[in-house]
Every structure is written in structure tokens, then in C-alpha cells.
């Protein structure tokens, strides 16, 4: 502790490096010091696609939550709950996105509540099955409609597209929803009007998806563009989304070598 605290004095004035600070701040028992830094170090490891890292700064962060500004703490528990979705942690994600859209009701920002609960959606289905997933989405998508949030409205249609297709990927007794076909394709013409490649590119997965499933060829197509629109993305989670679905879509359409295909491109990324 002691050497942490000698080195953090000759450090904290000098250094930019907030995961660094953070570092030493830990074993310093410095909590004014990691308060100062935790956030901008999470941020620094989202940006690199080290969720896991991410994680480990926001929790350490939120465990003096008491102690920060109530929006600090809604937008680090939303985006914490984002990071532990990345990285397969689905438990821990939805309870932090619930604890997200509770703190984004408290500092009462409608945009901040409507985006934690597509979060919540997300990570919920793993966990409580797609009737779950589709209210967080709809509540979302209230929220942005209501604020008139177009970009927002085709991330919300686009959540709900998956309560409903990703029905179609867990197994021979599920059945393709022309339901979330029709909700893909809304979020489509709602990413358009807004511009928004990487929006396009994730209700491509879901509309290509749900057109394979229910026997349109043409399915495959908009995968192909998802991954597309998604290669230099630096967020490497939507490319290896875009590859997870061309392959499984790909497989269930018996075309095994083009399943193949999208499986070693995900695993070069």
C-alpha cells in the first residue's frame, strides 16, 4: 500500500493514463483518487473493446455510488450493463441495466431511461425469455416516440425484432416470426431516415435473419450487407453479431460452406 501511494503522488499530476491511476489508486486504498478516474478509464477500455476491463472499472467505481452525482451513476451503471452484455455475463447485465433504468428515473432523463431498458432487453432474454425482452423494448420504444427520437426508435424496433426472431435460432421447436420480420423491417426505414449506418447494420442482421427462416433467399443478402456496414466499426461486437447470425442463418439454410465462410471471418476479427 505504501509503495501504491508513493507512486500515485508522482503520478497523479503527471500521468494521462486513467487506468494507470486507477491501478495504483486501488491498492492505495485511494477512493478520491479512483472516483476521479474510474469512469474515464472505463470509457478508455470500452473505446479499445475491452469489455471485461470496462467492467472491472465500473464496478469498482459504483461501489462508492453513494458518493457520486446521481446522473454519474446512471450513466455508469447503463454502460457497465452494456460491457457485462458483451462479455456473456447476462445475470449481472440485467440486473444492472434494471438498476440503470431505475437511476435514469431518479435523475428523471427519459432518453438515458429508454436507452437502459434496450439494454435491459437485450441482456433479459438470455434470462427471462423474449416475453421480458419484448416489454423492455416496448417500454423503449415509447419513450422514443415520445421524443420524437428516430435514431433511438430503430435501436428500439430493432430489440424488439430479436425478442421475436432470435425465437427462430434456439431450436427445431421454435417457429419464424413473421412478427419480428415486420419489426426488423420497421427498423430498417427508421435507421434510414436517420442515418445511422451502425443502426442499419444490426436491423439488417434481424431482418436478414427472419427472411431466412421463413424461406426468403434474399435473407441472406442483407447479412451480407450487415457485415458490410460493420467491418470497420471499431466496436468488434457488431461485426461478430453480423458473423453469428450469417452463420447460423447460413447453417439453418443448409448452406454449410457459406455457414463456414462467416464462422472463420468471425474468428479472424
Partial sequence: VHHHRAVLRELVDRVSDPARLVHHATRAGDRDTLNRHAAAAAAQAVSAGSHRQASAHFALLLEDADRLDPRQVAECRAAWAY??????????????????????????????????????????????????????????????????????????????????????????????????????????????????????SIALIYRGSSRLALGDPGGADDLVEALRLTEDDPRAEFYMRSCVQAAGSAYRDGRIEAALDYVELGLRR
Avoid at 438498476?99 to 434496450?118: C, F, H, P, T, Y
Avoid at 422514443?144 to 421475436?164: E, I, S
Wanted: charged share 20%; aromatic share 6%; net charge negative.
Fill in 83 to 200: 460491457s457485462l452484455y458483451v462479455i456473456n455475463e447476462f445475470g449481472a447485465a440485467t440486473q444492472v441495466a434494471e438498476a440503470a433504468v431505475r437511476s435514469w428515473e431518479q435523475v428523471d432523463d427519459l432518453r438515458g431511461l429508454a436507452s437502459a431498458s434496450i439494454t435491459l432487453s437485450m441482456a433479459s432474454f438470455w434470462t427471462r425469455g423474449p416475453t421480458a425482452a419484448a416489454a423492455a423494448a416496448e417500454r423503449a420504444i415509447a419513450v422514443f416516440d415520445r421524443l420524437d427520437d428516430v435514431a433511438g426508435l430503430a435501436h428500439g424496433y430493432t430489440a424488439l425484432a430479436r425478442a421475436h426472431s432470435n425465437l427462430a435460432t434456439l431450436g427445431s421447436v421454435a417457429e419464424p416470426s413473421p412478427a419480428g420480420l415486420e419489426l426488423a423491417r420497421r427498423a430498417v426505414e427508421l435507421a434510414d431516415r436517420a442515418g445511422h449506418d451502425d443502426l442499419r
